[in-house]
């Protein structure tokens, strides 16, 4: 769901804000409160600078001051490009900052947009925070870019996790340049995803979140009954470990999906699986 919330600033200047909200994540513009993470994620030696765009570097830490002052300043000012050139993605439960996504022409002559994304702290990857914040951008940039047609992913090789994101969500695998990137002495490919306004469309004509609760809620009845139906197993065959009447919660999860729990009576040894995706972005 795309939020525009309007403010009004000390000067007595009205500014808006953009929230796209999603169960687990909410993509938003940046506060000031953001600056102390942001500026702690960018200083060299993390995790996520091995996979976004390595070839190309990152801010050394003698630059860190000077960028986080600019946003500071352009925070303050509420002076935004309309649509969003990037969002903040936060944790939903206590909005904190965990990553980015952000927007770049390829040729602005020809409406040919390109989206990035990254999570920054890798005990948050393969948690579904990508897919959800990536989907919500995606569906926000062909809402607020009517011209664009298509919108691409530019990757390489060496990072799986974003090969994986693509896919998940629906782009297609349009370009592979041999050998044409150089990370750590090694030549990797260089990858170009895409997808068209009308596949997005088909994929989710109610928008990413009506068919991510959809999918969740589709994944919970079917999970339900599959516990009923072992629970009449077990009464007409009894579990030799739990015995038929014996219950337990069921806990279930899936790509993207918050783990749940139905209490049902189920057998003890009944499990869920859980998993989701990886994160970097060009």
């Not at 569906?139 to 996790?161: E, K």
């Not at 004509?205 to 516990?227: C, K, T, Y």
């Not at 015995?243 to 499990?271: C, F, M, Q, W, Y």
Request: with cysteine; aromatic share 8%.
């Amino acid at each position: 769901m795309i939020v525009t919330v309007y403010l009004i600033s000390p000067c007595g200047t009205i500014m808006d804000r953009v929230v796209l909200e999603g169960s687990r994540v909410r993509l938003r513009d940046w506060t000031l409160d953001d600056l102390e993470a942001y500026a702690h994620w960018q200083q060299p030696g993390h995790r996520w600078q091995d996979l976004d765009g390595p070839y190309y570097g990152h801010a050394s830490a003698e630059e860190i001051p000077g960028i986080i002052e600019r946003m500071r300043v352009r925070i303050e000012d509420g002076v935004l490009a309309a649509p969003r050139q990037n969002l903040a993605i936060a944790e939903t439960a206590q909005d904190r900052l965990i990553g980015m996504v952000s927007r770049y022409w390829i040729s602005k002559e020809t409406n040919w947009l390109a989206a990035g994304i990254v999570i920054y702290d890798p005990a948050l990857w393969g948690q579904g925070y990508g897919t959800e914040a990536l989907g919500l951008w995606t569906d926000y940039l062909f809402q607020s870019l009517p011209p664009i047609v298509r919108l691409d992913l530019q990757t390489w090789s060496g990072n799986t996790g974003m090969m994986a994101l693509a896919t998940r969500l629906g782009f297609t695998l349009e370009g592979r340049f041999r050998k044409a990137r150089i990370v750590g002495g090694e030549h990797y490919d260089s990858l170009g995803y895409g997808i068209l306004r009308e596949e997005w469309q088909a994929r989710h004509p109610h928008g990413f979140q009506w068919n991510e609760v959809q999918r969740i809620e589709m994944r919970f009845s079917r999970l339900r009954r599959d516990a009923l139906r072992r629970r009449r197993s077990n009464r007409r065959s009894p579990c030799g470990r739990c015995g038929p009447e014996t219950g337990s919660r069921l806990s279930v999860g899936g790509e993207g999906d918050r783990k749940a729990n139905l209490a049902l009576p189920v057998s003890r040894h009944s499990a869920g699986k859980s998993g989701g995706d990886a994160v970097a972005h060009e």
